[in-house]
């Protein structure tokens, strides 16, 4: 999932509109992904990046090396306050992994400036990560028990009514909901199944959990089931909605 995260983190930035020399405050920064596409994108005077895990705030240090950027070990519950609020507060894919999605909003839009923005972006589970879902469908044929950890039906809030109706309903006003396509290209089978077969997320825990005869079969449905060009490459979209709106001033 994280080879994806830079260039929807840069369109997701340029979605903002953020005006250049504010000041942010990145929520769950992993490894600094949306961190990196503030400072490369929107002149921020700028950047707090946050995260609850002190192995990802390491990381994250470790890759961005930028004077404007900071990096606190803090997540929602212990947001870091800015005296005059920050003018923009932003989560890059990790929205639906807080335990409280409404408390966190709030408490984001508690941390801005009035009329600042608080911004979210996170993955289309239904149908919009193409290479998640042909995942998930083959993953159905060879274990219907597969549905139960399908990340579709995990996160249901990862789709445009859902997202809006919980920002305005945590009070954030001009609410806009957009979505945003990349290409996912794999050059061959391999490369799109190797990631599957590591332990770190739903799909590769699924994975693991399988019988090896059950992991071939799941491997041979893909393989049957994935458009594969002249050459041999994996083309696929995977989209991810963005939604943002204003503190009222």
Same mark, same amino acid.
């Given at each position: 999932?994280?080879?994806?995260?830079?260039?929807?983190?840069?369109?997701?930035?340029?979605?903002?509109?953020?005006?250049?020399?504010?000041?942010?405050?990145?929520?769950?920064?992993?490894?600094?992904?949306?961190?990196?596409?503030?400072?490369?994108?929107?002149?921020?005077?700028?950047?707090?990046?946050?995260?609850?895990?002190?192995?990802?705030?390491?990381?994250?240090?470790?890759?961005?090396?930028?004077?404007?950027?900071?990096?606190?070990?803090?997540?929602?519950?212990?947001?870091?306050?800015?005296?005059?609020?920050?003018?923009?507060?932003?989560?890059? +894919?990790?929205?639906?992994?807080?335990?409280?999605?409404?408390?966190?909003?709030?408490?984001?839009?508690?941390?801005?400036?009035?009329?600042?923005?608080?911004?979210?972006?996170?993955?289309?589970?239904?149908?919009?990560?193409? @290479?998640?879902?042909? @995942?998930?469908?083959?993953?159905?044929?060879?274990?219907?028990?597969?549905?139960?950890?399908?990340?579709?039906?995990?996160?249901?809030?990862?789709?445009?009514?859902? +997202?809006?109706?919980?920002?305005?309903?945590?009070?954030?006003?001009?609410?806009?909901?957009?979505?945003?396509?990349?290409?996912?290209?794999?050059?061959?089978?391999?490369?799109?199944?190797?990631?599957? +077969?590591?332990?770190?997320?739903?799909?590769?825990?699924?994975?693991?959990?399988?019988?090896?005869?059950?992991?071939?079969?799941?491997?041979?449905?893909?393989?049957?089931?994935?458009?594969?060009?002249?050459?041999?490459?994996?083309? +696929?979209?995977?989209?991810?909605?963005?939604?943002?709106?204003?503190?009222?001033?």
């Amino acid at each position: 999932m994280g080879r994806w995260s830079r260039p929807l983190s840069d369109k997701f930035v340029d979605w903002l509109a953020v005006p250049p020399g504010g000041h942010w405050l990145d929520v769950g920064t992993g490894t600094g992904a949306l961190a990196a596409a503030v400072c490369r994108s929107a002149s921020p005077s700028s950047v707090l990046a946050c995260d609850p895990s002190a192995s990802f705030v390491k990381e994250a240090r470790s890759r961005l090396d930028d004077h404007r950027v900071s990096f606190a070990i803090a997540g929602i519950g212990d947001l870091p306050v800015r005296e005059d609020g920050y003018d923009a507060v932003v989560s890059g +894919l990790a929205l639906n992994f807080f335990p409280d999605c409404a408390g966190a909003v709030r408490e984001q839009l508690a941390a801005v400036r009035p009329g600042g923005t608080v911004g979210a972006l996170v993955w289309d589970y239904s149908d919009g990560m193409e @290479f998640l879902r042909h @995942f998930w469908d083959a993953a159905a044929v060879v274990d219907p028990k597969a549905a139960e950890v399908d990340e579709a039906r995990r996160f249901p809030i990862c789709r445009p009514e859902p +997202l809006k109706s919980l920002f305005e309903s945590s009070g954030a006003e001009n609410v806009r909901v957009e979505s945003i396509v990349i290409p996912t290209v794999f050059p061959d089978f391999n490369s799109y199944w190797s990631p599957f +077969l590591g332990n770190a997320g739903p799909a590769p825990r699924f994975v693991s959990s399988l019988t090896e005869e059950r992991r071939d079969a799941l491997a041979r449905v893909l393989q049957d089931r994935l458009p594969v060009n002249a050459e041999g490459a994996i083309e +696929l979209k995977a989209r991810a909605w963005a939604v943002a709106g204003c503190r009222s001033h």
